[in-house]
């Protein structure tokens, strides 16, 4: 839920955030110039750099440099690019089609193959479903009897290390073990870490956001308007160092826009404190012995993660090589259905997992491992693998006989 509040007590109405806006590449016109292509190839260069979550924000970059090496004949270049973009926005459906057309002119029918079918499942392009059903018809019999059999070569000789931070329920426990066990076919063995989440390198998001809001209100309005409401509120402009007093100001804007106490709960439950998945995952490292036949560690907290940037605002879970962590809070936070959670987790533990084995990053839509920037693109997804998941993990699991 979002929330505006202003200044009633002056009785000014101004915008209490201020909003981002992005202005996309427009779309590149046919034989797009070499200066053109050269910008885009750039802009592009910088987001394959980027942070997941700040990629996302200027992803059409990505399928405007797609565009752009279509127009000039360089179908492999487009392709390639096209699928970067689809990892970082998997739903988007007409670039969903657009690779999936290349598939099967290629002959690559496992990829197109579910492409086609999430566009024609989700789209609301009647005209963009026809060409998929159109597209789909040209897929061999032969192929979708092959693809039904389609699965992990089982590699219970190697294992994923499961650890677990205090607070993690066991039904969520059990849950992970068993779905990653029977989904990419390896052994799975349970740690309960003894030790709390570092706080290294933590944030208080709270504090964060009662600072930035005050500081909106106060620049937002004019100074008569500020000093009108403090003096209504009894709070000189110095205490408002103070937490409490700021939160007290800020609270009682927020309640004298409209709102109520349980929306102002509702809120400030947003908030909470951060741990930094980069120091929790050293955490592990620190913590856990890898015996020869084990890929990795995968560590489960309930608390609520980030990257490390303070632009960065939560994770779902963070991966690097053979560590990983994921966390539950924003799965399990002010839900009650245990089913929904349990999937959610899956879900994201598949895609730390992958990363753990070395797969690389789907770009299939409703993929489990496909990513997601919401929860609502969270809930979206299956929870199971796809099959350019399988074939990659065939093949790792191939390297390591």
Known sequence: MKYKFRLAFASLITGLFAALVFTACNSVPSAAS??????????????????????????????????????????????????????????????????????????????????????????????????????????????????????????????????????????????????????????????????????KNSRDSYEEFLSETMENLITGNSPEAVANTLAYLGIAFDDLEDRETKEFFV??????????????DTLAAQYELQYDGNELMLQLMENCSLEKDCLGVLGVTTKDIYSGSPNNNFLFGLSSESLAVMSLNRFAKGEKDRALVTKRAVMQAFSSAGYIIGIPRCSTPLCARAYPNSLAEQDEKNDVLCHDCIHSLNEVYASLK
């Not at 609270?251 to 102002?264: A, P, R």
């Open 251 to 264: 609270k009682s804007v927020f309640l004298s826009s409209g709102y109520t106490q349980e929306d102002w």
């Open 34 to 199: 070499d200066e053109e292509v050269a910008a885009l190839e750039a802009q592009v260069a910088e987001l394959d750099k980027a942070f997941n979550v700040d990629a996302r924000k200027y992803v059409s970059a990505y399928f405007d440099l797609a565009k752009a090496y279509q127009s000039r004949g360089e179908k492999d270049k487009a392709y390639q690019t096209v699928t970067k973009g689809l990892r970082l926005d998997s739903l988007n459906l007409d670039m969903q089609y657009k690779a999936a057309e290349y598939e099967v002119e290629k002959g690559d029918y496992d990829l197109a193959y579910p492409r086609l079918n999430a566009v024609i499942a989700k789209s609301d392009d009647k005209k963009l479903v026809a060409a998929a059903r159109s597209l789909l018809g040209k897929i061999p019999q032969e192929y979708l009897q092959e693809a039904a059999g389609l699965e992990v070569s089982p590699m219970y000789n190697k294992k994923l290390l499961l650890a677990f931070y205090p607070g993690v329920e066991d039904v969520y426990k059990k849950a992970l073990a068993r779905r990653i066990e029977d989904e990419f076919k390896i052994s799975v063995e349970c740690l309960d870490l003894d030790i709390e989440e570092s706080t």
